[in-house]
């Protein structure tokens, strides 16, 4: 597959705590030969060393390119560069807040914007309880701007049986929204007993 049509997909890691998101979606996306291009700030490094143990090195080999946060001049930083678009999990409310002004003050915030302006998919799985009003007001900012805000909660009609099972969904609804489809997603009316199938459906004129 040549550079042009390599799908890319960029990760974003921010310092807020769920930074297993992050490292299960870089993990996915290797299963689904999607080339993924990592940024992760300062506090993301602190973050994976509290609810991990894992290395920041042990992160970046999870990526197909990792980059720093001054590094402006990051392919990922131009609009040219071209992706499916970008996923920021976890996202903090700080780097929430950054998307929304446009005034980005790193390559993790940078390529979120670049994202928005070439009107590529951006999802940012929020890490944030409860939210007061300039929360909410910033998140429906986003979302006029483009952006899809979407808190990884979990899915309990999916039956999970371990923490492990409700991450690997959150993350697979997560890369829906980019059209790629991984096998660590339990469907209603496909994978689950309960879902009605459509076979089982009833059709326009039987109701």
């Known amino acids: 597959m040549t550079a042009e049509t390599k799908e890319r997909l960029i990760v974003g890691i921010s310092g807020a705590s769920g930074i297993i998101y992050g490292i299960r979606a870089l993990e996915a996306l290797r299963a689904l030969n999607i080339e993924s291009h990592m940024v992760a700030s300062k506090a993301a490094d602190m973050t994976l060393s ?18 720093k946060m001054p590094d402006v001049g990051a392919p990922i930083a131009s609009g040219s560069f071209k992706t499916r678009g970008m996923l920021i999990a976890p996202c903090s409310v700080k780097t ?10 790193s390559l993790l915030t940078r390529a979120a914007d670049v994202v928005l302006k070439e009107r590529r998919r951006l999802v940012l799985m ?70 009605r199938r459509p076979s089982a459906a009833v059709r326009p004129d039987e109701a």
Do not use: C
């Open 50 to 67: 509290y609810e991990t143990g894992l290395k920041p090195s042990e992160l970046r080999e999870r990526a197909d390119f990792a980059y």
């Open 96 to 105: 929430m807040s950054e998307i929304a002004t446009g005034v980005t003050s």
């Open 126 to 195: 929020l890490r944030e309880t409860p939210f007061h009003l300039g929360h909410l007001r910033t998140m429906t900012q986003l979302t006029e701007m483009g952006a899809i805000i979407m808190p990884p909660l979990p899915a309990f009609y999916a039956h999970p049986k371990s923490l492990d099972d409700m991450v690997d969904q959150s993350v697979g609804r997560a890369l829906d929204l980019f059209g790629l489809t991984w096998d660590g997603t339990r469907r209603w009316g496909e994978d689950l007993e309960q879902g």
